[in-house]
Structure formats: C-alpha cells, structure tokens
C-alpha cells in the first residue's frame, strides 16, 4: 500500500468513528442541504441550467488554447503582466520572484485553493515574507496551522469554543466565543495588515476570455482589501477556470453561489481588469495573472475524463457525499478532497499512489447527482480503478476473480460453493469477528447472514 | 408473456425468498417464468474492483444466456444496473458490444418490471405494519427508479410508508468498499439506521437485498429494534 494509502486508511479508521466530528459535519450540511434547496426552486430550471453550464465548460475546456490567448491578450492590453506557469515549482518561482523585485514584505492573501495546490505559503515563509490569509476561515486554520478542512467551509470542522481558544493563544485577543465578537478581532488584526501588505495574493473563480477579465467572488470583502491596497497585486488561476464570455457569468456567478453556500449570490462578485488605469483612483499599480497548469493538461488530454476540468470548485459534490461527511476533509491527505478531488488526485499526483481514493467509495453517485456542471464523477473514479488495475493488477485480487468467473458460470461448481459455504459457516462461528476470521473486514461491527438452507437455485430445481 | 429472472448470487445463497416471492408475484399476474441456471453473478464485484477482463468473462455468459429472453427482470437494482448500464460500457468496443446494447432495454430490476413495463401497482397484498424505504443508490441514481416502489407500497392494505430523511443516503454497503473500507461502510451504515429508526417504523423495505444486508448486520450487532425486508416479500404477503 502506498503511503497516503496508508494514511487514509488510519485517519478514516478514527474520524469516522469520532461521533462529535461525525455531528458537526452532518448537522452543517443537513442545514447547507436546505438552503441550497430553497435556491435551487428560485431558478426557473435547474437540470435546464445544469445542462447550460456544462455546455458552456465543455466549449470551454474544448478550446481551451484559444480561450487562454485571447484572455491573457485582453488582460495584457491594459498593462497586467500574464505569466504561464508549467508546473508548482515553475508558480512559485514566478511569486518569489515579483516579490524579490518588489521587495515585499508583508503578503496578505485572499482565498485561493491553487494556492495550497502549490504549497504556496510555505515557499513564501521560507524564503522570510510574512503571510496573513484575509477569508475568516482560512486565517483561522492559518492560526492552527492547519490547511483548509473544505474547499469552501476552512474552518467548519471548528466549533466556535475552539475558535476562541486560537485566538487566545495567537492573538491574545478573545473576550467571548460570539460570532461577532470574534470577527471583530479579525478584522482589527486583518485591517492592520492590509495597510502593511506590499503585495495582495488572489486566486479566481472565474477568467473571462472575452474581456481579459478576473472573476472573484465572496462574501467578506477581503479579496477586495488584498486586491486594492497592496501596491501590487497577483492572481493565480488553474487554467481550466477561464469562461468564453462575459455573459456566462449571468448563469455562473448565481450557480457557484448557490451550490458553495446556499445564497441567491455571493456578497460581493469583483471583476479585475487590469492595474489602476490613468484617472483611476485606486487598485493596484502593478498587476500579475499567473496561468496555472500543474497536470490540468494532462486531464485534459483523457477525452473520458476531460470533463473534470468543468470543475467550479463550489464543493458541492463534498458536501453530499456520504464519505467526506465521515473521514472528514483532512483524512483525503489532498488539497482537493471529496469525489472531485478523488477523481483529479490521481491525474495530478499520479496513479498508483493515489488509486486509494477511487475505491473509497461505495460508488453512490450522489456526487453526480448535485454536480452542477455535470461532472461523471463516480463513473471517473470506476475509470480510474478500471485503469490502476489494469496497469497494476494486485495479484491476489486478479486470481481471486479469474478464479471465481468460473464458478459463477457453471451451475455444478457454484452448487458445490453453495454446499461449501454452508460447511465453512459452521466453522466460521468458531473465529467470527476475531483475526483469524477471513471475514473480519465485515464481521468485526455487522453480522453476516446465514447461507440458506435451500438455495433459490436448489428451490427452482427441485420445484421443476 | 415469458419473464427470464436473473437471480443474482447473494440473492440466490442468502435471500432465496426473495427470488421465490418474485416467482409467486410474476406466476400470479399470469406470466411464465424461467430462470437460467448459470451464470449465478452478473460480474459486478470484478468490474467495480477494475477487473474488466475477470468481469467481462462472466458478463459474456449472462449476455449469451439471456440474448433470446424477451424481458428480464433483475432482483437487484445493483445487478439490473450492471446489466442496462454497465454492460454497454464493460464491452465497449468488443464483439459483445452490440449484444450488450440488444439485451439493456429488456432487462428491468423488478419493481420498474411491475410498474412501468406491466402497469400494475396493486397485487392485493397486506402488510399491517409501518415500514420506511431505503433507495439502493444503483437503482435510484443508475435506473432512475424513484417512484416504482413506492406506488407498490402506496397499494398495500395496512402498510404505512414514513419516508426518513436519510431515505437516499448510501447505506454503506458498496460491494468490495464494505471489505475495503470497513470503518466508513460500518459509519454510514449507522446514519443510515439512525434516520431509519427516527420514523419509528418497524420494517426497511428495498428493492436491493445488498442493502439490507448491510443494515440489517449493523441492526442486529448493535440490538436495534428494526427488521429488513425486501419489497417483492412485502409484495407477496396477503
């Protein structure tokens, strides 16, 4: 087993036992279930729009080369710098490198999940900036020093009590453990930081090819502050976020908004064109776009699973999937967690590696099911099981159903298994449940049914 | 008409009354039944693991032994949606591509047959009892089969459906995952009987005797008072 395998495995093991994690999350999305719905019933066709927007990223994604020129021509025309990143390290030295030239000090950030893909912060850190996180919840887990638990919720494996414990020991500033309360305190530390920032870090929800433009949107004002203060501003954007045109917005914006967090539409949707022009009273004087690949070619190249790429990042599929509300986003051991993220990790970070994710999952579809830009999700994770095992069969399992295709096809053999299984049950009473017992996987916490005293197939048989 | 019933095997070794009520139902609505004798598995657990080939050698016995039925009903949402679904996809490309795609439009999991095949949603049975029903993921997301079970249920004498919140949740069974992943299959079993035990109901009634399988191992491990049952039992009972 390899060993985020590993790892997945221990960390399922225990977080899906813990009945305090296990209430925090069901109850969060119970509630995200029942405004999502309610938003859902505002638009006039939903499967109508779902159909739209994957229609709208399958032209997209299909023409991607022209839609990334055109987009980074436009953005360019009005003086932003687009820089074209290959891979993490190829991001990160394009960062590091605006910030030696700028000589920054402080970088204040706003949410951005190919951030984390790149292992962003850390570079920066490394090489001595300070880095504040600006979303509520990701510059709490930033305090824990803990990565971002949900694509869209950071923090929504806290509870408020533990939120207040973090910011007593790393703000010293904690009156009460009220919402409110400890948002002010955020602010007030987060404002200071803004005025101090040299340089404001994004990334992007959407990038419109029409009109060069970056799309972002919140709900706390802070990309706002990262992207306005700073003298110089950079966007990072994985190159399968661009749209062809600015009116597919109309559709997306309110989508994105409703399948992340149950609203009509977030607080605040900025478009960003360009560094401050001639006449402009504020934005930034220089402005950076870093185009992302990192893999995402590779995804594309799959024509099966191209699809992935139509990806919006709303974290709906995670919050309907009866697996991240038991392991947690943590236990994934990716950036990317849930189905979406079992289904791109493999092609991101390879294969053999991280096949794991595949098979944990009993294959329910309800990731597909809520998927608002039609993603075959938990068909991509039978594809990638079907090509981990064909490239890499594991011998026992391979012997194991070339050994039973022969059983199950000849009624004398299977009628043998049927006598068998009836004898191997009187013994199995004896070691049920313990180490010894090569059913254990099952009857460790549930019973298994007896073989029956006639089978359908012995029924049918004697009945004729 | 000639109903061929694919009886799937854990079906076959664990639940044979349900196969033998399906008999019963299908016999008294007038029709002839015929069951082959083998293949006794539909594939599944090779394909699901990414064994095509290993599955492909079962799967081409199921498509020979049914290529002159002229319906099939399938006691299993899973197995009914590896033959109508999967199975176009598994022979992609292959000889028994064609076959596959002839045999999906007949094959039919069993209380779709009744429903929208045969038109018939009374079959005069009595079950006085409050049942909940769990939706087979296969069959509800593969097959599209929300609203069959519960107009045969609707039609029962005394049985009182109280749907739970958690009707459409995965149970946690999964084929091989249950083995695999035995922790978050025993997890999700448990939301799973938690929602069913918060409607009171007695019974848990499903198309996919896999899923019963799995809440009712759980149930009866931790001593909770609720009982599994398969649709065509309930389907049967006067």
Not at chain 2, 51 to 59: G, Q, T
Request: proline share 5%.
């Amino acid at each position: 087993m390899s060993a985020p395998a590993t790892h997945f495995k221990e960390d399922a093991r225990r977080v899906s036992a813990d009945l305090r994690h296990r209430g925090i999350i069901q109850t969060a999305m119970g509630k995200y279930e029942v405004v999502r719905d309610q938003r859902q019933r505002s638009f006039q066709d939903w499967q109508g729009a779902r159909q739209l927007a994957a229609a709208t990223k399958w032209q997209a994604v299909n023409h991607l080369d022209k839609h990334l020129e055109q987009f980074a021509q436009q953005i360019e025309s009005r003086g932003t710098k687009v820089h074209w990143a290959s891979t993490a390290a190829q991001a990160r030295d394009i960062i590091l490198g605006i910030l030696r030239e700028k000589n920054a000090k402080v970088v204040v950030k706003s949410k951005a999940m190919t951030s984390e893909e790149i292992h962003l912060n850390d570079a920066m850190e490394q090489a001595g900036y300070e880095v504040v996180e600006s979303d509520l919840g990701e510059f709490i887990v930033q305090l824990r020093e803990e990565p971002p638990y949900h694509l869209v919720f950071p923090a929504m494996h806290l509870t408020r009590g533990e939120i207040k414990d973090v910011f007593e020991r790393k703000l010293h500033d904690a009156p009460s453990d009220e919402p409110e309360v400890l948002t002010m305190v955020a602010r007030r530390v987060l404002r200071q930081k803004y005025l101090q920032a040299d340089v404001g870090i994004t990334g992007a929800n959407f990038a419109i090819a029409e009109t060069g433009m970056v799309s972002i949107t919140e709900n706390e004002g802070n990309a706002r502050l990262t992207a306005a203060l700073p003298r110089t501003m950079i966007t990072l954007v994985g190159i399968e976020k661009v749209l062809p045109r600015l009116e597919d917005l109309a559709l997306f914006l309110p989508m994105l908004a409703v399948m992340g967090t149950g609203q009509p539409i977030t607080c605040y949707n900025t478009m960003y064109g360009g560094p401050r022009q001639p006449g402009e009273a504020d934005g930034p004087e220089e402005y950076h776009v870093v185009l992302l690949d990192n893999q995402r070619t590779t995804l594309l190249a799959d024509a099966e699973q191209r699809d992935a790429l139509h990806c919006i990042r709303c974290g709906a599929c995670l919050n309907v999937c009866p697996i991240f509300r038991n392991v947690g986003g943590y236990t994934y051991g990716t950036v990317y967690g849930g189905p979406i993220g079992s289904v791109i990790t493999p092609h991101l970070r390879g294969l053999q590696d991280w096949k794991h994710l595949s098979y944990a999952s009993s294959l329910c579809g309800a990731c597909t099911e809520t998927c608002p830009v039609k993603i075959d999700l938990h068909h991509h994770l039978l594809q990638n099981r079907r090509n981990a095992s064909r490239s890499k069969p594991i011998w026992w399992q391979k012997i194991a159903f070339k050994l039973f295709a022969p059983v199950a096809n000849s009624p004398a053999l299977w009628s043998l298994t049927t006598k068998l299984g009836r004898i191997g049950q009187v013994f199995h009473g004896l070691i049920k449940g313990g180490v010894l017992d090569p059913a254990e996987a099952w009857t460790k916490t549930r019973e298994l049914p007896p073989v029956a005293k006639q089978s359908f197939r012995e029924w049918w048989k004697e009945r004729k | 008409m000639t109903v061929t019933l694919f009886i799937p095997c854990f079906v076959d070794l664990f639940y044979p009354q349900v196969g033998i009520s399906m008999v019963r139902i299908l016999e008294r609505l007038g029709h002839k039944v015929v069951c082959p004798s083998s293949p006794a598995c539909c594939g599944q657990p090779a394909f699901n693991t990414g064994y095509w080939d290993e599955s492909r050698k079962i799967a081409m016995k199921v498509i020979e032994s049914l290529k002159d039925a002229e319906v099939v009903v399938i006691a299993s949402g899973s197995c009914g949606a590896m033959l109508k679904v999967f199975y176009p996809e598994l022979f992609a490309g292959t000889k028994y591509e064609q076959m596959a795609r002839e045999l999906a439009p007949k094959c039919h999991e069993f209380s779709a047959f009744l429903v929208n095949k045969l038109g018939v949603t009374d079959l005069g049975a009595t079950f006085p009892h409050k049942v909940t029903f769990h939706d087979g993921c296969h069959g509800l997301r593969e097959l599209n089969n929300k609203r069959p079970p519960r107009e045969l249920l609707a039609k029962v004498r005394g049985l009182e459906l109280i749907e739970m919140d958690a009707a459409e949740t995965c149970c946690g069974f999964g084929g091989t995952f249950s083995a695999k992943f035995p922790a978050i299959s025993t997890a999700m079993g448990d939301v799973k009987c938690a929602s069913a035990l918060d409607t009171k109901a007695e019974f848990i009634v499903s198309c996919d005797s896999s899923c019963l399988m799995q809440i009712q191992g759980l149930a009866d491990r931790q001593k909770k008072p609720i009982k599994t049952i398969h649709l065509a039992e309930v389907l049967v009972q006067s």
